[in-house]
């Protein structure tokens, strides 16, 4: 056919023609699959937007939802002319004059590009065309995409068959509606009303030019241009905007000049009402599902995705009752020990003078203030020092107040905070999970999120290290003093740990009566034998991730830790010695219920069944032996029925910075932290700030109300009998003595040998 042309050119032009439109069906069609989908003229006329996602708690409860709070649609009337303006001048001064696709803005951009100035050439209505209908994301993919250069002219070509069916069904101004309200701000804000709230606390009729070029810079960049990180960048390409501005006649020279002077001034003071159901267990299964979502290619927040998890909404509600409960109590406590002194505290007991100007310094609007007012302090605290309305967190529900900034960081810096998580380590699934007191006020989540000493709870790792190398639960060691020499980074050092009190009874104690007292010279003395290295094996065998120092110290929890990890690690005992891969969502399905992926329990051995059972009975040690640091649980009528058993295992860091309780029952384990975000914020004695008195009362309110509700799947009753035949001799029962104390502290600097103790620190005998 092609021949018939004499003229070649005219034929090489035909041919081109011809070959473009059969090009364009194919992918219109996705002919053989190779180009994927495409929006027809029904999905143009009716756009879908973002549809949120739903996570359900394992009963099927709803427990929150994902989604884009300000997906809801602004009208035309409701933007700024300036908006428009400085979007039209900046993304797409051709858009009232071409049909969807600007081919001269295109091959310039491309000449520009090849020249060494790279800008962009698609029109708002391709970028509307991204934006809406995902067409490059994978699922909106065909086989073709697997081939990188023909990937990107797909992806090009299906943008201009959507841009001019876009521009076939709306006006201009509806398609500038929709590209404002689909638009992404960065950090899941998406819509120029979400944006002008956020930046500038207005509504988007209100903003002026200046504030216009700023929105409208950031497109660019969402991060690179961000008012609030990048200000002074921020600025730059502001001004680039009203240049732009300028020369295409939407604004004049004398407004250029008056707005380009401007400082940002953002107004940060919105607070958003919505908070799409947040909390932390909301927030745990995103950081979960990141990585599927990433490999996947899907969006939480968009893609209409049901997620169910391993969470027990009955269970949870009674943590939570627990944690109010006792929490509540604990800040009483607190608030009576200290009354008006300032309990920022440094480890001598002095006040640490600077720890207001630290904490504002650690404010986001810091930055902001020094460029404002050019570095002047006098200023910046003046503006601290205003008082403003504001709602603050009570105990007795949201308080409307007045107060400068830095009442605020006083205020909060005295109140306590806690984390929680139960899992039964049967199933590897996650019955509980509160990662703080109230995530409207306290967002960072205390399971995962933070580290903390564990203190006498990481002792359990040297007693484990122990009776899988030659040790048994009836070995004797005597209560004396300890000095243990050790190389730290070259440097050689003594560490002579003391018991709680100071004293030292010169007793022979087995194993288990020294685990369940907690005794720190016999946990030393066991260390030294096993080996520090080996703890630390043993503590990463069961789960521990983080990085651990390995000092003779270790066996004290003298490292950071999370709430997330003890638990997992303690599992592997009550878990016949398999370490466990904890399991927070079960199943994913799509909006029609289909399902897309579903995870199950993942187990690896790490010790023998025999040492496991060991471990279960050396934790009862703590409600059995004299002196043991779990019998404060004894006060718990509702734990003891049915001769039941709990294991657990208390720590206190030092200088009561820490409060932790590991509870282990027949069927779960449960991790409980207690303490202030800042670790200069602590109790002062072993009778008020000890774990024992902070994190074990929860487990204790948390467990009697599990046991007293029939439908909670969970019972009194025994600690499993033996999965093996136990050859280590265990049977060696401890005669109670009259002089026996309970104690769970560190009881001993770190490094003793190196510092003078603080007198408060003399009479508790607790860590620094």
């Known amino acids: 056919m092609f021949r018939r042309l004499q003229n070649k050119y005219l034929r090489y032009l035909v041919f081109f023609v011809y070959f473009t439109i059969i090009f364009f069906c194919a992918i219109e069609l996705n002919f053989l699959w190779l180009f994927g989908y495409s929006p027809d003229m029904q999905d143009i006329k009716q756009p879908s937007l973002a549809v949120g996602s739903q996570v359900y708690y394992s009963d099927g409860k709803l427990l929150g939802q994902y989604y884009h709070e300000n997906r809801s649609p602004v009208e035309y009337k409701d933007l700024s002319p300036s908006l428009v303006h400085a979007l039209v001048a900046t993304e797409d001064v051709r858009f009232y004059k071409h049909g969807g696709v600007d081919f001269y803005g295109f091959v310039t951009s491309m000449i520009s590009t090849a020249a060494g100035d790279k800008r962009g050439g698609s029109t708002i209505t391709q970028q509307l065309a991204k934006n809406l209908f995902s067409t490059r994301k994978k699922k909106s993919q065909g086989l073709i995409s697997h081939v990188p250069l023909l990937r990107t002219l797909v992806f090009k070509c299906k943008e201009w068959l959507t841009a001019y069916k876009i521009e076939h069904v709306y006006s201009k101004n509806d398609i500038l509606t929709l590209y404002f309200n689909t638009v992404p701000f960065g950090n899941n804000s998406f819509g120029i009303r979400t944006a002008t709230l956020k930046f500038f606390n207005k509504e988007p009729n209100q903003v002026n030019p200046a504030e216009a070029a700023t929105l409208i810079g950031m497109l660019k960049a969402t991060s690179t241009y961000n008012p609030i990180n990048n200000p002074d960048k921020s600025v730059e390409r502001r001004n680039t905007v009203l240049s732009q501005m300028e020369k295409y006649g939407y604004l004049s020279k004398a407004d250029y000049n008056v707005y380009s002077k401007k400082p940002i001034g953002l107004d940060l003071s919105h607070v958003d009402k919505d908070s799409n159901g947040d909390s932390y267990i909301r927030q745990a299964v995103e950081r979960w599902l990141k990585k599927w979502c990433t490999d996947n290619d899907y969006d939480l927040y968009e893609d209409g995705l049901k997620i169910y998890t391993t969470i027990d909404s009955r269970l949870q509600k009674y943590a939570e009752d627990a944690v109010d409960e006792k929490m509540k109590m604990l800040q009483r406590r607190f608030d009576n020990l200290w009354g008006k002194k300032n309990p920022w505290r440094d480890s001598k007991g002095n006040e640490i003078v600077d720890f207001i100007l630290k904490n504002e310094q650690k404010l986001p609007i810091y930055k902001l203030l020094e460029t404002r007012y050019k570095g002047d302090t006098t ?153 520090w290295d080996k703890v630390v094996e043993y503590a990463h065998k069961c789960g521990i991730e983080s990085p651990l120092k390995s000092v003779p110290s270790v066996s004290l929890g003298s490292n950071d830790v999370s709430v997330y990890e003890m638990v997992r690690a303690y599992s592997t005992f009550l878990n016949k010695g398999e370490k466990i891969d904890p399991i927070l969502v079960t199943k994913i399905t799509d909006q029609d219920g289909n399902v897309l992926q579903e995870f199950g329990l993942k187990t690896e051995r790490v010790i023998s069944e025999e040492v496991a059972w060991l471990m279960l009975y050396m934790f009862r040690g703590g409600m059995e032996e004299p002196g043991g640091t779990s019998q404060a649980l004894w006060e718990y009528n509702g734990l003891w029925k049915n001769d039941n058993q709990i294991g657990g295992k208390t720590g206190t860091s030092s200088d009561y910075v820490d409060g932790w309780y590991m509870g282990i029952t027949k069927d779960l384990i449960t991790g409980i932290w207690v303490g202030a975000d800042d670790r200069s914020v602590h109790f002062t004695t072993s009778e008020t700030g000890e774990g024992s008195h902070t994190a074990l009362p929860i487990f204790g309110s948390f467990m009697e109300r599990v046991y007293a509700d029939p439908k909670s799947g969970y019972t009194w009753g025994h600690f499993p009998k033996p999965w093996t035949k136990i050859t280590k001799n265990y049977d060696c029962p401890t005669p109670r003595l009259r002089d026996s104390t309970e104690t769970d502290s560190l009881a001993t600097p770190i490094d003793s040998a190196n510092r003078e103790l603080a007198p408060a620190e003399r009479a508790s005998g607790t860590l620094p």
């Open 379 to 531: 200023q910046i605290q003046a503006y601290f020092k205003k008082p403003k309305p504001m709602k603050v967190f009570t105990w007795n529900g949201e308080k409307d107040t007045t107060l400068s900034t830095i009442d605020s960081i006083k205020y909060y810096a005295r109140i306590l905070n806690t984390g929680m998580m139960t899992i039964e380590p049967a199933s590897g699934k996650i019955k509980v999970w509160v990662g703080g007191i109230n995530y409207k006020y306290f967002n960072y989540d205390h399971v995962n999120q933070s580290k903390r000493q564990a203190g006498s709870t990481f002792k359990p790792f040297a007693y484990l290290t122990a009776l899988d190398n030659g040790f048994t639960p009836c070995d004797k060691f005597t209560d004396k003093p300890v000095s243990i020499k050790y190389n730290d980074g070259g440097k050689d050092q003594v560490w002579e740990p003391n018991n709680a009190d100071f004293k030292f009874s010169y007793n022979e104690m087995s194993l288990r009566w020294a685990m369940g007292k907690s005794v720190n010279s016999i946990t030393a003395q066991l260390t030294e034998k096993v080996g």
